[in-house]
């Protein structure tokens, strides 16, 4: 007979600049039927901590280039905080 099983639920952090590309990974993921997946996206390291300080994710998805500027030294004190809080 039929036996209901409960879909695995997962919860990712997208941190991605691009809306477009964002669009791109959700759509790919929404593809995917082996479990279920819920994504928020991040618009930035610091978008992102503050995300990540009022929920907890599964998995986070890091465009590396996300926070391009022409310092880097504050976008690198962001992204050791970001790792810490995830790690």
């Not at 929404?30 to 901590?49: K, M, P």
């Amino acid at each position: 007979g039929d036996s209901m099983s409960e879909t695995v639920s997962y919860r990712l952090l997208l941190v991605e600049d691009s809306l477009g590309d964002a669009r791109l990974i959700s759509d790919s993921l929404a593809d995917v039927t082996d479990y279920s997946v819920s994504i928020e996206v991040a618009v930035g390291l610091s978008d992102a901590l503050s995300r990540l300080s009022v929920r907890e994710f599964d998995g986070v998805i890091f465009d590396f280039l996300a926070n391009k500027t022409p310092t880097g030294g504050e976008d690198q004190t962001i992204l050791r905080q970001l790792l810490r809080v995830v790690g």
